[in-house]
């Protein structure tokens, strides 16, 4: 029985933390500092800690998944492809794009790089970041009611 409940546990503090993050703390962040560059550095910060967080929660919920025997195959799967599909969006969206606007930053020099030739690129990957973003917190919505019934069945 303390499987199927740290299952779910993991699922929710992994969607949670997504949800606050990126739709609570970062808009107030954005909205009550001044300096985009401070905003910029203290949700990149925040941004970094959500991202190791996730790889942890997708590396637990890969074991407790796999340790759910009572689990039927067909819900099994379903978990596994849930938290492979979330790990791809932070791998994608984190790991693979932040990179990028990280040098496109540096490539800006003491002018913002919102100030810089590079703007619409920016512009374009910081969007796409966003569609992961997004897509993994409605597959985290997913993700805990599927364990929630994986262990309710």
Known sequence: M????L???????WAGSLWAVGYLVAPTLSATLADRKLFGTIVGSIFNSQAWLS?????AMLVLVFM???V???RRRTLYW???AMLACTVLGYFGIQPM???????????EVMASEQRTLFGILHGVSAVFYLVQSV???VLVVKAAEANFK
Request: charged fraction near 15%.
């Open 2 to 5: 303390l499987i199927p409940r």
């Open 7 to 13: 299952r779910l546990l993991v699922a929710a503090l």
């Open 55 to 59: 790889v942890g929660c997708a590396a």
């Open 68 to 70: 759910a025997k009572a």
């Open 72 to 74: 039927d195959g067909k």
């Open 82 to 84: 849930l938290v492979l």
């Open 101 to 111: 606007l990280a040098t496109l930053r540096a490539a800006a020099g003491p002018q």
């Open 139 to 141: 597959l985290g919505a």
